[in-house]
């Protein structure tokens, strides 16, 4: 069965790298169309730059930028709004357009709380996303944005309770992690084959190791708790178009995962 085109859309660069990379270099390596929409920092930023060489390390296309300011970072994008307060229909009829144009079958974004941090850039990117994914098989809705295009399913990236606790014990304790029911969790991807890879690309966001955020932690950890840490990756699909008769589809060769029941360690 061939493997479904797929576009991923995240806040910053790095999310794309930390709640996806092994499903993206999962995708790009099984020959599937991948790429990402990145929704803050301007094109000609250096994190633009370490995003365009996280990508070629998974084997995905060159980065597609949205363009708005990192709400905690106005510098990130000096000419664009932060991405937060910029009118909503910009910001869906700009991935409206990405999403016409690439025509993906599946869409990979954040889960409704943001991932574990709750950022604010996270969780509007949720929103974001979902009326765009929506919006884009819709030929009334900004119609100089392409022809209409409808994705099958979109996945969201999401942490189940049950993982949280080995979380915390690799990064430390943290005041708010949100997570989600083990039951909402739909697939679990066991991405240890390629976590050298996932794990390089993450590491190739050099700013964010040098500053000591996330990619920085990583970058200190030893290889047993890397593996721990990022070697999984969880997701809750949600349908977008109409099921077609016949066979369910099968979900686990859509993300090419190997799936396993929410809340099962790693073998």
């Not at 910029?86 to 990405?98: F, Q, S």
């Not at 942490?159 to 606790?165: D, F, G, I």
Request: charged letters at 20%.
């Amino acid at each position: 069965m061939p493997v479904p085109s797929l576009l991923a859309v995240f806040a910053h660069p790095d999310d794309e790298s930390l709640s996806a990379g092994g499903v993206l270099a999962r995708h790009a390596a099984a020959g599937a169309r991948t790429a990402v929409v990145t929704a803050t920092w301007a094109a000609d930023s250096p994190r633009a730059a370490e995003l365009a060489d996280a990508l070629r390390i998974l084997g995905v296309g060159p980065p597609r930028m949205l363009g708005y300011a990192d709400a905690r970072v106005p510098r990130s994008a000096p000419d664009g709004a932060r991405f937060c307060d910029a009118p909503l229909d910009d910001a869906v009829r700009r991935l409206v357009a990405h999403i016409r144009e690439f025509r993906p079958e599946v869409v990979v974004t954040h889960d409704a709380y943001g991932g574990l941090s709750g950022h604010a850039d996270h969780v509007h990117t949720h929103r974001v996303t979902v009326l765009a994914a929506q919006a884009a098989g819709l030929g009334r809705l900004f119609p100089e944005a392409g022809d209409p295009w409808q994705p099958s399913a979109l996945y969201l990236a999401t942490h189940p309770h049950s993982a949280v606790s080995a979380l915390t014990e690799v990064v430390g304790p943290h005041e708010t992690v949100y997570s989600v029911p083990d039951d909402l969790v739909t697939t679990v991807v066991d991405v240890r084959p390629w976590l050298e890879r996932k794990t390089a690309a993450v590491l190739a966001h050099r700013t964010e190791v040098a500053r000591g955020a996330v990619p920085g932690l990583i970058a200190e950890l030893p290889p047993r708790s890397r593996e721990r840490l990022l070697g999984t990756e969880w997701y809750i699909r949600q349908d977008l178009a109409p099921k077609a008769p016949g066979p369910a589809k099968d979900v686990r060769t859509e993300l090419t995962a190997t799936a396993r029941p929410p809340g099962t360690a790693a073998p």
